[in-house]
């Protein structure tokens, strides 16, 4: 592989790396849990 290819494959994964947090970040918002508590079910916001 020459050094051109490699910087553009090492571009490629950097900007998979950001795309990848960016939806992992937007994700953590919409994760709940499930509890039951006292006969009941109910969410929240899982940590």
């Not at 592989?1 to 939806?23: H, R």
Request: no cysteine; proline share 0%; net charge negative.
């Amino acid at each position: 592989m020459s050094l051109d290819d490699s910087i553009s494959e090492y571009e490629k994964a950097i900007k998979l790396i950001k795309d990848s947090e960016k939806l992992l970040e937007a994700g953590e918002g919409k994760v709940m849990k499930v509890l039951e508590k006292n006969g009941k079910v109910e969410m929240e916001e899982f940590e």
